[in-house]
C-alpha cells in the first residue's frame, strides 16, 4: 500500500485513530528492547525455521559457520568491495523483520526499536559517500521508503509482533530532513542565512519556490506540502562546533537540511507550521500502524520548546486513541547533565544513556575501570540524590553497543571487537538485562558480532547485516547469522527469563555488594596502579523484602571467587538463596548466609560467569 497523499491535510486522524489499538504497558522498565537497522537485519531470505511466518520461496541463504569468518575480504580486491557495500543499501525490509518475530521472542526481547522507515532523499552521493540506507535522511514524512516495503508492511508487522507478545518502537526524525535542497556555494556555518540554489530533483535543480517544490512530487524537494515553504529551513549551513549554541541548534547536520521549529523561551514557546506538520504526520503513523512508541533523533540539536511541543502533542493524541503511556525516548547526546535537564524540561519520558553509561558498562564487564564508575549512575529515588543528575529505573535505556559510537571516535568497535570480547560477552548483557534502566540489545550482540573499523563511514562496520548480502557480518558474504543454536543467545535467553520472573530485577533498588577474599576484609572491586579490575562484581535488587542477588566474573582468562555480602536485614545465619541461573550449568548448590564482620555469602564462578541467585 502507498499511502498517495502529498500534505497532512489529506490525512484522516480519526478514521484511523478509531481503530481498536493495543494499550501500552504497565511499566516500560518491565520491557526489554532489541534496536535493529533495518536495511541490515533480515531480508527473509534466511535458511532458518520460523513459526512467525513461513520462509520465502527463495530463502536460500545458508547459517554462517567459522570457515566463513573473513570469507568476503580474502583479497585486497574482495575487501574493497566488501567494505563498499557497507556503505550503501544492502537488502533488509520490513517484511524480513517480521519473519523473524519468533527468533526476537525467543531470546526474550519484549519491544523492538526500529530505525527510520519513512522514504528517503534520492541525492546523488559522490563515490565513497554513504547512501541513506540507514533511514535518517527523509523527504517524504507520508511515504515508507520503498527500499523498506509500503505501509502495509509496516502496519503488518506491528500487528504480528502485537500478537507475538513484542512492542513496536519507531525511530523519528524531526530535527532535519534529507539533502533535499543545495546551497550556492559551500555552507559552512556562519550564524548568517546563506543563498540556496534551488530544490534537488533527479539530479537536477528547481527553483526554491512552494510552487517548484510541489511540482518535484515524488521524488524530489520534500513532502508534505506543508514543508515546501522557503521559511521551512534555517538555511544556515552546516555545523563545524558540535557544542556552540547556537550553532548546533541552527546549523544543519552535515548535508541534512535544518528545520525551523519555531521561536519563544521553552514556556511560550511558538511552534513553526512546520514543526506542527510533522506532528501532525507522526500522530498520524501512531494511529495508522498502531506504535507503541518514538525514539527521537537529535534532540540535541532542537530547542527545548519544540521537543515539549512534539512530546506533549504525541502523547495527547496517544491517549485520546488509548495508548496512556506511549513512550517517548530522546537521543541526547553531550553531558549526562544534559540529557536529564532536556528529558525534564521536555516531557520526554526517557534518554539513551548515551553519556557515560555504555562506556562505564562496558568499562565494568572487562574490567577496565572501577565497578562504582557504572553503579553511581544511578539512584533508588526520585527524590534522594535527585541534583546529582542519576538514573531512575525508568528514565534511562541502557546499552553497551549502538549504531553511531559517538563515544569512541574515528574508530568503532562492538564489544566483541576485541581478544576479550568474545569471553565477556554474556557477562556484560546479563550486567545490562539485570541492573537499573530499561535494557536495550543492539541487533547481532546476542551472536556475538564483532564489526570494527576506521575512517570515513566507520559506523558501516558495526552495521553489519545479520542476513548476510553483500555486507555479511564475520567480514562474510552472503551467509545469515541468525543461528537459534548459538550458546550466548542461550544463554541470554536463560537470563532475559529469570529477569521476566523476578520483579525485583525490572523495579527493585539496586546495590553494588562488597567482597573480600578472605571473609574478613571487605571493599568494592577496585584495582591499584592502573590495573584491570578482574574480580566478582556483585549487586543486589531489592523489592518488598525479596533480595536478588547478581553476579559476573570479569576475568575472561580465570576463575573467581568471593565473600558477597548481603542485605543484614533480611537475612539470618543460615539462610539459603536459592540459585536461579548459573551460565556454567553445573550444580546449583544453594549459597548459605554467614555473619563474621559482615553478612554475607561466598560465591565462585568460572572465567566470564554469570550467577542470579535470590531469596
Keep these: 500500500m502507498s499511502i498517495d497523499v502529498r500534505s497532512v491535510g489529506e490525512l484522516d486522524l480519526a478514521r484511523a485513530g478509531a481503530e481498536p489499538k493495543t494499550p501500552s504497558p504497565s511499566a516500560w522498565e518491565d520491557e526489554v528492547l532489541y534496536f535493529l537497522l533495518i536495511d541490515r537485519f533480515s531480508d527473509g531470505r534466511e535458511s532458518m525455521p520460523s513459526s512467525s511466518q513461513p520462509p520465502a520461496a527463495d530463502a536460500d541463504t545458508p547459517l554462517y559457520t567459522p570457515a566463513d569468518n573473513g570469507g568476503a575480504v580474502q583479497t585486497p580486491d574482495d575487501a574493497d568491495r566488501w567494505r563498499e557495500a557497507g556503505r550503501s543499501w544492502v537488502g533488509g525490509t520490513l517484511a524480513g523483520i ?26 546523488p552521493v559522490a563515490a565513497g559517500v554513504a547512501t ?30 502485537h500478537n507475538a507478545g513484542l512492542r513496536v518502537i519507531l525511530d523519528v526524525v524531526l530535527n532535519h530532513t534529507g539533502d533535499v535542497f543545495a546551497y550556492q556555494a559551500d555552507a559552512p556555518w556562519d550564524g548568517t542565512e546563506h543563498a540556496v540554489a534551488g530544490w534537488r530533483d533527479d539530479g537536477q535543480l528547481l527553483p526554491f519556490t512552494k510552487e517548484a517544490a510541489a511540482s518535484a512530487w515524488p521524488d524530489g524537494a520534500v513532502f508534505p506540502a506543508e514543508l515546501h515553504e522557503p521559511s521551512t529551513f534555517t538555511r544556515r549551513g552546516y555545523i563545524i562546533n558540535w557544542d556552540h549554541a547556537p550553532e548546533y541548534v541552527e546549523g544543519d547536520f552535515q548535508r541534512l537540511k535544518d528545520i525551523t521549529h519555531g521561536s519563544g523561551p521553552t514556556d511560550q514557546y511558538v511552534p513553526s507550521p512546520a514543526l506542527r506538520a510533522l506532528t501532525t504526520a507522526y500522530c498520524w503513523w501512531i494511529a495508522f500502524a498502531d506504535l507503541d512508541g518514538f525514539r527521537i533523533d537529535t534532540v540535541k540539536h532542537m ?65 577496565l575501570g572501577d565497578p562504582r564508575g557504572y553503579f553511581d549512575l544511578f539512584r533508588n529515588s526520585a527524590l534522594i540524590g535527585k541534583e546529582s543528575h542519576t538514573w531512575l529505573r525508568n528514565t534511562v535505556v541502557t546499552s553497551y553497543d549502538d549504531h553511531d559510537q559517538v563515544r569512541k571516535g574515528p574508530v568503532k ?91 525485583a530485577l525490572r523495579r527493585g533498588r539496586q546495590y553494588l555488594r562488597q567482597i573480600s577474599g578472605d571473609g574478613v576484609t571487605f571493599g568494592f572491586p577496585s584495582a591499584l596502579g592502573g590495573a584491570r579490575v578482574r574480580s566478582i562484581i556483585a549487586w543486589s535488587r531489592l523489592l518488598a523484602g525479596r533480595e536478588v ?30 540459585c536461579l541461573y548459573r551460565s556454567d550449568n553445573g550444580p546449583r548448590t544453594p549459597l548459605t548466609v554467614v555473619a563474621g564482620d559482615r553478612v554475607a555469602v561466598r560465591l565462585d564462578l568460572p572465567p566470564g560467569g554469570v550467577a542470579i541467585y535470590a531469596r
Design 98 to 123: 517480521r519473519s523473524k518475530l519468533d527468533y526476537l521472542a525467543g531470546v526474550g526481547i519484549t519491544a523492538l526499536w526500529i530505525s527510520p522507515v519513512l522514504k528517503q532523499s534520492l541525492t
Design 132 to 161: 541513506n540506507y540507514h533511514g535518517y535522511a527523509t523527504q517524504d514524512f507520508l511515504q515508507v521508503d520503498p527500499h523498506f516495503g509500503t505501509a502495509d508492511d509496516l502496519r503488518n508487522l506491528v500487528k504480528d509482533a
Design 303 to 367: 530547542d527545548p520548546g519544540a521537543t515539549r511541543y512534539f512530546a506533549s502533542a504525541v502523547h495527547e493524541f496517544a491517549q485520546s486513541i488509548g495508548k496512556d503511556r506511549f513512550f517517548l525516548v530522546g537521543e541526547i547526546t553531550g553531558s549526562r547533565e544534559q540529557a536529564v535537564d532536556t528529558m525534564e524540561l521536555t516531557g520526554l519520558d526517557a534518554a539513551l544513556g548515551l553519556a557515560d553509561v555504555q562506556a562505564q558498562l562496558e568499562a565494568t564487564a572487562k574490567g
Design 413 to 503: 568497535a562492538r564489544f566483541c571487537a576485541d581478544d576479550d570480547g568474545p569471553a565477556l560477552a554474556l557477562a556484560v548483557l546479563a550486567l545490562n538485562a539485570t541492573t537499573l534502566g530499561i535494557p536495550c540489545v543492539y541487533y547481532g550482540s546476542e551472536q556475538g558480532l564483532d564489526g570494527t573499523g576506521g575512517g570515513v563511514d566507520a559506523d558501516r562496520y558495526i552495521r553489519e547485516a545479520m542476513f548476510g548480502g553483500k555486507f555479511g557480518a564475520f567480514r562474510s558474504r552472503g551467509r545469515h547469522v541468525f543461528d537459534v543454536a548459538n550458546p550466548l543467545r542461550r544463554e541470554l535467553a536463560a537470563v532475559l527469563a529469570v529477569r521476566h520472573q523476578e520483579p
Design 549 to 578: 542477588l547478581c553476579a559476573i566474573n570479569n576475568d575472561p582468562h580465570a576463575a573467581q571467587g568471593a565473600w558477597v555480602t548481603v542485605d543484614a536485614e533480611l537475612h539470618d545465619v543460615s539462610d539459603t538463596l536459592s
